[in-house]
């Protein structure tokens, strides 16, 4: 009688982690993109985007460079992620991953030296927020990020302190702020820790999460390559 050819399975790349991984990254991406589209809106609205160089010239904190960078990033490492994981490319995989590595270590590196240096970085926060306060009328999304941190401390005299001063101190501290924005925001996040560090955990695991999906699916990609 014949022998009996014994099978073997050959490695396959995991359907499942890389369409989880891809739909992971389509997400990412579209959010991205939608933070990047916002950002160049708000600058074609200011006309930044016909004169470049007056980015150069802002004497405060223009806001909408924070959707412009964050978007940007976003939409680089989810398009990265998309490619990687639907065409099987560990050169893009990689890429993806290893960046969320450093954007998360970066991330683990800032909340260590901010609890670390944090006397010094209340001083420098101080400074910067005098800066922009003192460019309060060059940028018209400063303006709303300034007036909308201050609606949310509920501003009590609607007349910006009117005959305030002939008070007594302690009735002062009733009709106007004393504390200042740093004061205060240190003490949103007293009253708000639970959640802040919830949003940071939250944030940190989906990105261990996407590192670890790559890498994953790298790996069963290499084992596939190793047979041919």
């Given at each position: 009688?014949?022998?009996?050819?014994?099978?073997?399975?050959?490695?396959?790349?995991?359907?499942?982690?890389?369409?989880?991984?891809?739909?992971?990254?389509?997400?990412?991406?579209?959010?991205?993109?939608?933070?990047?589209?916002?950002?160049?809106?708000?600058?074609?609205?200011?006309?930044?985007?016909?004169?470049?160089?007056?980015?150069?010239?802002?004497?405060?904190?223009?806001?909408?460079?924070?959707?412009?960078?964050?978007?940007?990033?976003?939409?680089?490492?989810?398009?990265a992620g998309c490619i990687g994981a639907l065409r099987e490319n560990t050169f893009l995989l990689k890429f993806f991953s290893v960046f969320l590595g450093l954007i998360f270590f970066l991330e683990l590196a800032t909340g260590i030296l901010a609890f670390v240096?944090?006397?010094?970085?209340?001083?420098?926060?101080?400074?910067?927020?005098?800066?922009?306060?003192?460019?309060?009328?060059?940028?018209?999304?400063?303006?709303?990020?300034?007036?909308?941190?201050?609606?949310?401390?509920?501003?009590?005299?609607?007349?910006?302190?009117?005959?305030?001063?002939?008070?007594?101190?302690?009735?002062?501290?009733?009709?106007?702020?004393?504390?200042?924005?740093?004061?205060?925001?240190?003490?949103?996040?007293?009253?708000?820790?639970?959640?802040?560090?919830?949003?940071?955990?939250?944030?940190?695991?989906?990105?261990?999460?996407?590192?670890?999906?790559?890498?994953?699916?790298?790996?069963?990609?290499?084992?596939?390559?190793?047979?041919?």
């Amino acid at each position: 009688m014949p022998a009996k050819q014994q099978r073997f399975q050959e490695p396959e790349v995991g359907c499942c982690g890389k369409y989880f991984l891809f739909g992971f990254n389509i997400v990412f991406w579209l959010l991205g993109a939608v933070l990047l589209v916002i950002g160049l809106w708000a600058w074609g609205e200011k006309g930044v985007l016909s004169n470049i160089s007056s980015l150069t010239h802002l004497s405060g904190l223009d806001p909408v460079w924070f959707f412009v960078v964050v978007g940007g990033i976003m939409s680089v490492l989810g398009f990265a992620g998309c490619i990687g994981a639907l065409r099987e490319n560990t050169f893009l995989l990689k890429f993806f991953s290893v960046f969320l590595g450093l954007i998360f270590f970066l991330e683990l590196a800032t909340g260590i030296l901010a609890f670390v240096f944090k006397d010094w970085i209340r001083d420098q926060l101080n400074i910067f927020i005098n800066n922009n306060v003192k460019a309060y009328r060059d940028d018209i999304d400063l303006q709303n990020l300034i007036d909308f941190a201050q609606e949310y401390e509920d501003v009590l005299n609607t007349q910006c302190g009117y005959d305030v001063r002939l008070k007594l101190e302690l009735e002062q501290q009733s009709f106007i702020h004393t504390k200042g924005c740093v004061g205060q925001f240190e003490k949103w996040l007293q009253d708000n820790l639970v959640v802040v560090a919830g949003v940071f955990v939250g944030i940190a695991m989906l990105q261990i999460f996407g590192i670890c999906l790559a890498q994953n699916l790298v790996s069963d990609i290499n084992a596939v390559k190793a047979n041919w």
